[in-house]
């Protein structure tokens, strides 16, 4: 079966450090992976996503993620947290070549906090 | 204006009531979905219309009867329900179903407790 794991259910990282949010996936053929954000009491907001290409991928407020293939991965990072940041994050997988947004599957989400 | 807007943000409901969430999205899309979010579960897929007409339905109970006027509006009918549909429902919306790459714009939601 398809899925998406994300091993943390919390991270919580000091403001101005830098923050790593896992996922892992397990889709066939070649995935397009997503990462979303969801702040309290609103939906999910689209952060960035990979399709094809250079493996680092850089998306909305400072957020990129790094796509690695053998290790079946899609971690998100920052370089340096704010405390806006605290959201709850999820990563997605669709399988490539059948491109389907219906077909999306969603990890269960981490909560960040950051601390000031 | 959001794109995705949903009404009511929250509604509380007994098990024997009938009520509807409404969804309306304003970016032109052509495909409507719902999706139910229950605390540390990842996002569940109920139903989605492309083009008006209902492409999925993910095993979910009668109780829940989604409607789509037009490519604009989407509805969940809500019927009888029990004290585990209390969740989060999220509407999306994405340009195209298949050969989309997968980017859906979500309302913020309508908070459900049924008592």
């Known amino acids: 079966a398809q899925s998406v794991a994300q091993p943390e259910d919390q991270v919580n990282v000091a403001e101005g450090n830098p923050l790593t949010v896992k996922c892992t996936y397990s889709v066939s053929g070649n995935p397009y992976l997503f990462w979303y954000v969801q702040y309290p009491n609103r939906g999910l907001q689209f952060l960035l996503k990979?399709?094809?290409?250079?493996?680092l991928v850089k998306g909305s407020y400072g957020f990129e993620a790094e796509f690695n293939k053998s290790q079946t991965s899609f971690h998100l990072k920052k370089p340096s947290a704010l405390v806006s940041d605290s959201a709850l994050y999820f990563c997605a997988a669709v399988r490539g070549g059948y491109s389907s947004a219906s077909k999306i599957i969603f990890g269960s989400g981490t909560r960040l906090s950051i601390r000031p | 204006e959001t794109g995705v807007t949903q009404t009511p943000r929250h509604l509380v409901m007994g098990m024997t009531n009938k009520k509807s969430l409404k969804c309306e999205q304003h970016?032109?899309?052509?495909?409507m979905y719902w999706y139910k979010q229950s605390a540390k579960k990842p996002l569940e897929l109920m139903f989605v219309?492309?083009?008006?007409?209902?492409?999925e339905n993910n095993s979910v109970p009668s109780r829940f009867s989604p409607e789509c006027p037009n490519s604009s509006h989407l509805f969940l009918h809500l019927h009888t329900l029990q004290p585990e549909d209390s969740a989060l429902y999220l509407c999306?919306?994405?340009?195209?179903?298949?050969?989309?790459?997968?980017?859906?714009?979500f309302g913020e939601g309508s908070r459900l407790t049924v008592l």
């Open positions: 219309y492309s083009l008006e007409e209902r492409v």
């Open positions: 970016l032109g899309h052509n495909a």
């Open positions: 990979y399709i094809t290409g250079d493996n």
């Open positions: 999306a919306s994405s340009q195209g179903w298949r050969g989309n790459t997968g980017e859906l714009f």
